[in-house]
């Protein structure tokens, strides 16, 4: 992993977690700062793969970007934003772990008052950027093997909506797995989990849709 400055982390996060959003016309009337603020980036992974996704997505035509962003996390369960899905699934631990994600909102001095949960990637990102970078991390490194199984399953679909969180990712200590099997690996290596584990999600059933 390239070494970035806090700073140059935090525009990163930043900009990933708006390249991560639904692209309404909100949203595109801000990608061309967060592409100004991307730029000025010292030269590392993060800037090359957020810059890539900005260009792309700055030729493509809204309406266009639009339906694909639908099409690609609407209504595919392997390319799922929320990263609690892919540790807890569809069960009640997941409803604790997303209490758990607000309480540490809260101990970092943000009330969480997104419209989307608490898991939600770019909400998480925007935290990390915004309020507190450190704890920020620290979740995302926690959720590393589905962030990973997320990075896999975008560039499987072939989709330019893989490079922010190829750039996310390389933020992160650690080289990202190479496949699969190796993400799973990773998951397996940390904490033990209850209940649901990375082998009954929709990658290992080989389900989707």
Do not use: I
């Not at 569809?90 to 909102?105: C, D, F, I, P, W």
């Not at 898991?119 to 704890?135: I, K």
């Amino acid at each position: 992993m390239t070494t970035v400055s806090a700073r140059a982390q935090a525009v990163a996060l930043q900009a990933a977690s708006m390249c991560l959003q639904y692209p309404d016309a909100a949203l595109l009337a801000q990608l061309p700062v967060a592409a100004e603020a991307v730029d000025a980036l010292p030269p590392s992974p993060a800037r090359e793969r957020l810059g890539h996704f900005l260009d792309r997505a700055g030729a493509t035509e809204p309406g266009e970007l639009a339906r694909h962003y639908v099409e690609l996390f609407d209504t595919r369960k392997r390319c799922c934003l929320y990263l609690t899905w892919w540790s807890d699934g569809e069960t009640r631990r997941r409803g604790s772990a997303l209490a758990g994600l607000k309480e540490r909102y809260r101990r970092a001095g943000a009330d969480f008052d997104h419209a989307e949960l608490p898991d939600f990637l770019p909400a998480v990102l925007e935290f990390a950027a915004t309020v507190d970078l450190a704890t920020g991390l620290e979740l995302l490194q926690e959720h590393r093997p589905g962030l990973e199984l997320l990075r896999l399953a975008l560039l499987e679909a072939k989709t330019f909506y893989a490079a922010p969180v190829e750039a996310v990712c390389a933020l992160l200590p650690g080289a990202s797995p190479a496949d699969v099997e190796a993400a799973k690996a990773l998951a397996r290596g940390g904490p033990p989990r209850e209940q649901v584990g990375l082998e009954l999600l929709p990658y290992a059933a080989g389900a989707g849709r």
